[in-house]
């Protein structure tokens, strides 16, 4: 009886032992218990800090960071970049051996390519209820924060309201010659339109385009947004609707509108499997998708992802884009864009 006592105690002390092992070593990204919060602000303060990569502007950063800092007392290190280049050197760090970052930010064809590769780790976040549907894919390895939606702008003192476009074919028309402009990356926005066209009639309606009443090119969203201010270009295909707005405040004769449905895409935010900082990482992970700094995100002027913030903007039908879809299409999409818009 002794022996059978003292083998099930046993057995109990090693699935207690075994439980408590398997929870110490549980990544904290997938920790669910009713300490989480508690155990993430902990670790949190003993790492101290984390490093940020992110696409989002330096001026819009700080905005972001500072509340975050100032009420955990965590520093975080931003480097900021084009999407592209930080999906290089996150993959670079990666195979070095040597991550440097712990959380990324970034449109999310990129952010999907980096899943793709391995490199990003499943989270559970109880914020994920607050945000729209297209917001968390399957694999949870990243989330949008927010969305950036391609619109279409005008000088208000160069263009008449009653004479805007109001489909993409409105633009064959002559009056249109020499005052359109697009940006010169937006090929993913393009083979959308394409595809809702169909493909022979949409391709052809650009080479049309081009062909009839050019089609400026210019290089960064920022840069087409301040052209169209300025009256350079009276008419822009691709820009952002938060740009617009933003340099409207500055008193810029600039509107924006919509040829339906406005394409939209996501920007993903995820944390590195290796993170040097996982504590850190995973309590400004929650941070971004709270209230506190979706709240922030629509003071800048984007369209955050969590319901309980109020879109920039209502009665507007939107396409939000497949990220495996537009990564997946990407080689053929770039092709068609710089066959169509470049000659090349």
């Given amino acids: 009886m002794n022996k059978m006592f003292k083998a099930l105690a046993c057995s109990m002390l090693y699935c207690v032992s075994s439980l408590a092992w398997s929870q110490s070593t549980e990544p904290i990204a997938l920790y669910t218990g009713d300490d989480r919060q508690a155990r993430i602000e902990e670790g949190a303060k003993k790492e101290g800090d984390l490093v940020f990569y992110t696409t989002i502007p330096t001026q819009y950063a700080k905005d972001l960071l500072q ?15 084009r999407s592209e280049l930080i999906q290089q050197r996150v993959i670079n760090e990666a195979r070095s051996g040597q991550p440097k970052v712990d959380i990324i930010a970034s449109t999310s ?8 590769e391995g490199l990003l780790q499943k989270v559970k976040s109880p914020h994920f209820e607050d945000l729209i549907d297209e917001a968390v ?3 949870q390895e990243w989330v949008s924060i927010n969305l950036l939606t391609l619109v279409q702008a005008y000088n208000t003192k160069a263009v008449k ?8 074919e409105d ?22 339109v394409v595809h809702d066209m169909g493909e022979e009639k949409g391709t052809q309606f650009f080479k049309d385009l081009v062909a009839k009443n050019q089609l400026s090119v210019r290089n960064g969203h920022p840069l087409l947004t301040n052209l169209v201010g300025s009256g350079e270009v009276p008419l822009a295909l691709t820009v952002y609707d938060y740009s617009v707005e933003q340099a409207k ?11 339906e449905p406005a394409v939209t895409i996501t920007i993903g935010m995820g944390i590195l499997k290796n993170a040097p900082h996982p504590h850190a990482a995973m309590l400004f992970y929650d941070y971004m998708l709270s209230e506190e700094a979706q709240g922030v995100l629509r003071k800048i002027g984007y369209y955050a ?13 939107l396409k939000i884009l497949d990220p495996g879809t537009v990564l997946d299409e990407q080689e053929e999409a770039y092709q068609r864009f710089e066959s169509v818009i470049h000659g090349r």
Avoid: C, Q
């Avoid at 992802?305 to 039908?317: A, L, R, S, V």
């Fill in 109 to 116: 064809p990129p952010m999907e390519a980096l899943h793709r």
């Fill in 67 to 81: 509340p975050f800092e100032k009420k955990y007392g965590i520093k975080v290190e931003v480097w900021r970049a």
């Fill in 249 to 259: 405040k500055t008193g810029a004769p600039i509107e924006w509108f919509a040829i």
């Fill in 171 to 192: 633009l064959l028309d002559p009056k249109w010659k020499g005052k359109l402009a697009i940006e010169g990356s937006d090929y993913d926005w393009m083979a959308s």
């Fill in 161 to 168: 309201k009653e004479d805007l476009p109001k489909t993409y």
């Fill in 305 to 317: 992802t969590n319901k309980k913030i109020d879109p920039p903007f209502e009665g507007i039908k």
């Fill in 137 to 139: 894919p399957g694999h």
